[in-house]
Nanobody, 118 residues
Framework: LRLAAGVGGGSVQAGGSAKLSCKASGMILSTFISSRMGWYRQAPGKQRELVAEITSGGTINYQDSVKGRFTISRDNAKKMMYLQMNGLGPEDTAVYYC?????????WGEGTLVTVSS
């Protein structure tokens, strides 16, 4: 199983938007649909934190600081997961990681740096 980050992120002006993508491979569709998936981020000098997730039951949860600004979504047919980020601020600067939890094991994509300048 492999998670590959797509093109997205980079440098963004405060108030701007960015969209991250993550493609899962080596996973059958039913496993993709039923797995818990999410986006995490790690800012410099801080611990990795959950930003948004889609639970195995399909429930979507967001970290309070991104509610109303970020949207997590997925395309089951493409085995893709996305994070649309709007209203970005300097506090959102971090390396963003996609994650799938399958059979209690965590799989991580390579990180994508998002830098928000004021």
């Amino acid at each position: 199983l492999r998670l590959a980050a797509g093109v997205g992120g980079g440098s963004v002006q405060a108030g701007g938007s960015a969209k991250l993508s993550c493609k899962a491979s080596g996973m059958i569709l039913s496993t993709f649909i039923s797995s818990r998936m999410g986006w995490y981020r790690q800012a410099p000098g801080k611990q990795r934190e959950l930003v948004a997730e889609i639970t195995s039951g399909g429930t979507i949860n967001y970290q309070d600081s991104v509610k109303g600004r970020f949207t997590i979504s997925r395309d089951n047919a493409k085995k893709m997961m996305y994070l649309q980020m709007n209203g970005l601020g300097p506090e959102d600067t971090a390396v963003y990681y996609c994650n799938h939890k399958v059979n209690s094991r965590d799989y991580w994509g390579e990180g994508t740096l998002v830098t928000v300048s004021s």
